[in-house]
Nanobody, 114 residues
Framework: QVQLVESGGGLVQPGGSLRLSCKAS????????MGWYRQAPGEQRELVAS???????NYADSVKGRFTISRDNSAGTVYLQMNSLTTEDTAVYYC????????WGQGTQVTVSS
């Protein structure tokens, strides 16, 4: 079992940037896919981006060209660089260990507002 801790959320103006981090309690070398999800008030949780152990990313259409996911296996950390943020990106962002046995972090709030 791996524990995931997100950080880096906060309040940012439209057009701004944030970098989220997800630190795992152990190595993530053997975790095939790690992902970032988000959930806005009254909405279902949705996939934002995922990345394989080899570094191959996958993005939701709504964030393509604006967000970048990366992982540092040796540091046990997954990142989400978010640029050109809009109010529609406001949500709680969750890190996830995806696969047969899912694990979730506690989430970090991202609020985009002027």
């Amino acid at each position: 079992q791996v524990q995931l801790v997100e950080s880096g959320g906060g309040l940012v103006q439209p057009g701004g940037s944030l970098r989220l981090s997800c630190k795992a309690s152990g190595s993530i070398f053997s975790i095939p896919v790690m992902g970032w999800y988000r959930q806005a008030p009254g909405e279902q949780r949705e996939l934002v981006a995922s990345i394989t152990s080899a570094g191959s990313p996958n993005y939701a259409d709504s964030v393509k060209g604006r967000f970048t996911i990366s992982r540092d296996n040796s540091a046990g950390t997954v990142y989400l660089q978010m640029n050109s943020l809009t109010t529609e990106d406001t949500a709680v962002y969750y890190c996830a260990k995806m696969g047969i046995h899912w694990e979730w972090g506690q989430g970090t709030q991202v609020t985009v507002s002027s």
